[in-house]
């Protein structure tokens, strides 16, 4: 199966810890034993957006934060590099080309962020359409998709399954409330929905569960189904 895991910045390296890091490397590590291709996209998380705030308070404009916040998802790749050794491409690829080669070639490419104004988000999916991966997982800091923003509203219920065409009225009503959080953002939904992806999203704090979810269809998140679900 080819796979395509998206991880959060935050999810992969809280305060650096090189523990979790290794523990998602031998995630990775056993998905490749078991006969599985894998592609990687890492987030900036928690680091990135203390750049960002920094660099907002200094004058930089928002072309040069999505810049610097790109330049800290390719640090965060480069540390599941470290870990994964000759398993990963040795450095994390900037265009969709050059991450398919390495995943045809049954290197694991580790990518952070590609173009300014584009999240880690849309670049897991871009990237599960370009090699046409049968799954695409969201590892994020929240249990899966839910009806509303769960921070704000106490009564938003989680979904267990969507259509593509579901997520993306999910996301679009999610996201239309100023300072809300989607576990997925808008345009990486639509690419799922162009590309009819199935795609799971799930809490990733615990890399085994992400482990589980490839390899014995096993999790407590949202599963996103192909189609329009009629």
Same mark, same amino acid.
């Given at each position: 199966?080819?796979?395509?895991v998206?991880?959060?910045?935050?999810?992969?390296?809280?305060?650096?810890?090189?523990?979790?890091?290794?523990?998602?490397?031998d995630?990775?590590?056993?998905?490749?034993?078991?006969g599985?291709?894998?592609?990687v996209?890492?987030?900036?998380?928690?680091?990135?957006?203390?750049?960002?705030?920094?660099?907002?308070?200094?004058?930089?404009?928002?072309?040069?934060?999505?810049q610097?916040?790109?330049?800290?998802?390719?640090?965060?790749?480069?540390?599941?590099?470290?870990?994964?050794?000759?398993?990963?491409?040795?450095?994390?690829?900037?265009?969709y080309?050059?991450a398919?080669a390495?995943?045809?070639?049954?290197?694991? =490419?580790?990518?952070?962020g590609?173009?300014?104004?584009?999240?880690?988000d849309?670049?897991?999916?871009?990237?599960?359409?370009?090699?046409?991966?049968?799954?695409?997982?969201?590892?994020?800091?929240? =249990?899966?998709?839910?009806?509303?923003?769960?921070?704000?509203?106490?009564?938003?219920t989680?979904?267990?399954?969507?259509?593509?065409?579901?997520?993306?009225?999910a996301?679009?009503?999610?996201?239309m409330?100023?300072?809300?959080?989607a576990?997925?953002?808008?345009?990486?939904?639509?690419?799922?929905?162009r590309?009819?992806?199935?795609?799971v999203?799930?809490?990733?704090?615990d =890399?085994?569960?992400?482990?589980?979810?490839?390899l014995?269809?096993?999790?407590?998140?949202?599963?996103?189904v =192909?189609?329009d679900?009629?």
């Amino acid at each position: 199966m080819k796979v395509v895991v998206s991880i959060g910045g935050s999810v992969l390296a809280p305060d650096l810890d090189p523990d979790r890091v290794r523990a998602y490397a031998d995630v990775v590590e056993s998905l490749l034993a078991a006969g599985h291709r894998v592609g990687v996209v890492v987030g900036g998380g928690t680091v990135a957006r203390d750049y960002i705030a920094s660099a907002r308070e200094l004058g930089a404009n928002e072309m040069q934060l999505d810049q610097l916040g790109i330049g800290v998802t390719r640090l965060n790749a480069r540390l599941l590099i470290a870990a994964l050794g000759e398993a990963a491409a040795p450095t994390p690829p900037e265009t969709y080309e050059d991450a398919g080669a390495a995943f045809h070639r049954g290197d694991v =490419p580790v990518m952070g962020g590609v173009a300014a104004a584009q999240t880690t988000d849309a670049v897991s999916a871009a990237l599960a359409e370009y090699v046409n991966a049968d799954l695409l997982v969201y590892a994020t800091s929240v =249990p899966g998709v839910f009806s509303a923003d769960p921070n704000e509203h106490d009564d938003a219920t989680k979904y267990a399954e969507l259509s593509a065409d579901e997520l993306v009225d999910a996301i679009a009503d999610i996201e239309m409330a100023a300072g809300s959080n989607a576990p997925v953002d808008l345009l990486a939904a639509k690419v799922i929905q162009r590309a009819n992806l199935r795609a799971v999203v799930l809490d990733g704090t615990d =890399p085994e569960a992400v482990e589980r979810a490839i390899l014995d269809d096993d999790h407590d998140g949202t599963e996103i189904v =192909p189609g329009d679900g009629t």
